[in-house]
């Protein structure tokens, strides 16, 4: 059995909160980086997070970077996880991927649980960052067919699209 991707989707993100993003709440300085890419288009180079000295600077006027990390903590922990950061002048989107390995790995109500932790850090994240849409699902989380679940405002419960999940 082929293993698909999960991707959760910040769409809209704003670019002036992505080092408080990036080093805050990821907690960057932390996680182990197995690569990363990023275009700097101030000296026309490809360079690595470890010569990124300001994000939103670095994707300025506009551009694009990806990390690999070794693990994420997003209220469950994650390994291997690319996080794609592709922004335009002022918002942007960032997509975390992952396998579904990663986030159903056990039994149906040990996945619910964890889920239900995922889902409360992202509203979380969503609420302190003002990010008008986090989207979750298989790759591509944006099709209707592949979606989890989009947390939007006003955000509600989502017990009920949990259960439809693993029903």
């Not at 992505?18 to 101030?42: A, G, N, Q």
């Not at 149906?108 to 964890?114: A, D, G, L, S, Y």
């Amino acid at each position: 059995m082929e293993l698909e991707n999960v991707e959760i989707l910040f769409r809209d993100f704003r670019k002036r909160d992505i080092d408080r993003l990036v080093y805050e709440e990821l907690k960057i300085s932390t996680l182990k980086v197995k690569s990363s890419h990023f275009l700097d288009y101030t000296i026309h180079k490809d360079i690595g997070i470890s010569q990124v000295k300001n994000i939103e600077k670095t994707l300025s006027p506009k551009g694009t970077g990806n990390i690999f990390f070794e693990e994420v903590q997003l209220g469950i922990l994650l390994k291997d996880v690319v996080v794609v950061y592709s922004f335009d002048k002022q918002l942007g989107d960032i997509v975390f991927n992952f396998t579904e390995a990663q986030l159903l790995i056990n039994q149906r109500h040990i996945n619910k649980i964890r889920l239900k932790k995922l889902i409360h850090y992202l509203v979380d994240v969503k609420k302190k960052y003002e990010i008008p849409k986090v989207i979750i699902g298989y790759e591509p989380a944006t099709d209707e067919d592949t979606l989890f679940i989009e947390i939007n405002d006003p955000v509600t419960n989502y017990a009920n699209e949990i259960d439809k999940i693993f029903s």
